[in-house]
């Protein structure tokens, strides 16, 4: 079990180098949805495409460390939460502090959905990480999506001066011994 | 002249304007000068009427009548994803007679109407053709006086071999017409074969592999028949981008394998539906918790419907929006050779 965790900081990084790994059921978009990655960004970017974790262990010494993850999920389908929900199993709990997010994708048909927002939310709650709900049908859904996406990936893989993912979390939500002082 | 302006009527409503002119001189009725006179600039109905004219002109029914059924036999030649075809098999060869095989279709037709004059209304019209290899048939079965479409039954035979597609027919003229067949070719019986659909082809080529008509039984073996071409499939494109990476290559190359192995790489026969009856215990005990088993098969009918639904099967195994390996019923559609299955639970012994 422990060599099928993806783990962050178990590989040295590269110079400017950023890596997305887009996790999601087949069917997704996610080639496309790479390539727009790619084209909308101001940094070296890498994108890595899996259907689910662990990854293969084959290929493990080529591939660069992953800075950044985003699970697909396809809300007219509960077979891509089931697998996103897999997924999570095989990753390390130190990703869940701004190195991650979930995407919600086909949002636009509330009657088509098979999963409720409230099961999104829970998960989103559950593991700490943001949701961005859209879809890749058009070409600007799918940038506005990216934008949202590379903004994050910049700060995770530590190409921003005096941030990290850690400091936004503190920002973000309220720490524990302030909470109780209230 | 009622009834030829029926059968005529009935064709040029099947057939497109762009292919009317290329039929009627194809035809071969009408003469040079007639055909001159014709023009095909008009309307379907303006054709329709000159054409009729010119039949009446020439003032020898029975002729008349005869082409006529021939250009409606080419018509549904030329359309023939326009009727829906079902595979029927020649059945239990008659002991001590002959196996009888036609592939002159003036020879077949003179058999065949000998066969339709004993078992039909001596107005029972046959009409044949060689196109594509095979051996097209029109037999009209007429009730009553006046034409209707109904009562117009369309064959096609591949020349040396066991099946035949038949367009829709009367039940009432079922045992005659299966009696008549059976023995022109001297068997006992004919029995359907629960195979249809639009494309004869396929249809054909199904039915061989099921019935071993060709030097084939596996179906990655299954390639080509000599006289219906298939063509390959086309190699699936992987768009290489040097930043964007997929993990699961090798999956999917190993499933691509898989794929090819049980469905060949050749494009698949072409079926626009698949039915499968289930009568089997019922299986999602697990997410229905109050459902009461009364030992009772669970009765439901799932139908695959679409223009190439083995096609389609294969390629939603090949986009993974269908589990892999794919269940028996839907791999070995290729070589059971039908489209309507009743999946039954394994009785204990």
Known sequence: ?182 | MGFIADVLKSCFSRLKVADLEQLIRQWGYLNNDELSQLDFSKSKLCVFRDVLSFCEDKKRHKEALRKVNDLDLMCTVKNSTKKKWTMYKLQDKKSGSKENWYSDPEKFKRKLQQQVDLYFDSAASVSVTLQDGALWCRLYLPSGNHFMTANAVYLIHYPNSHCFAISAFKVSVQNFLFQCLSNLFGYHTLTSMNLSGLQYKSLFQLAFNKLGETSFGKLSDVQSLPFISRRKRKAEEIEREPNLRSEDVAMKRHRSLSLEAAFGEYQQPVLESLRFKVEAKFMGKKNIENFQDNGEPFRCCVKFEGPSVLDGVRNLASCGLANEPLPKHLLRVNSLGTNNFVLKSKEKS
Request: proline letters at 4%; glycine letters at 4%; aromatic letters at 10%.
């Open chain 1, 1 to 182: 079990m422990s060599n099928s965790v993806l783990i962050p900081y178990n590989k040295v990084p590269q110079y400017q180098l950023a890596t997305v790994l887009l996790v999601g059921s087949e069917g997704l978009g996610k080639h496309g949805f790479g390539k727009c990655l790619i084209k909308n960004t101001w940094f070296y970017l890498q994108v890595r495409t899996a259907t689910t974790l662990p990854l293969p262990v084959t290929s493990d010494s080529s591939r660069p460390r992953i800075d950044y993850i985003c699970f697909l999920i396809d809300l007219t389908s509960r077979d891509s939460l089931k697998t996103v929900e897999e997924s999570l199993k095989h990753v390390d709990v130190r990703y869940f502090l701004g190195k991650c997010c979930f995407v919600a994708l086909k949002v636009k048909n509330p009657e088509k959905r098979a999963i409720f927002i409230e099961q999104i939310a829970q998960l989103s709650q559950q593991y700490k990480s943001d949701v961005l709900y859209g879809s890749f049908e058009t070409e600007a859904e799918s940038a506005f999506l990216a934008e949202q996406i590379l903004k994050s990936v910049e700060i995770a893989a530590g190409l921003q001066k005096n941030k990290s993912p850690m400091f936004l979390e503190c920002c973000r939500f309220p720490v524990a011994g302030e909470e109780s002082a209230e």
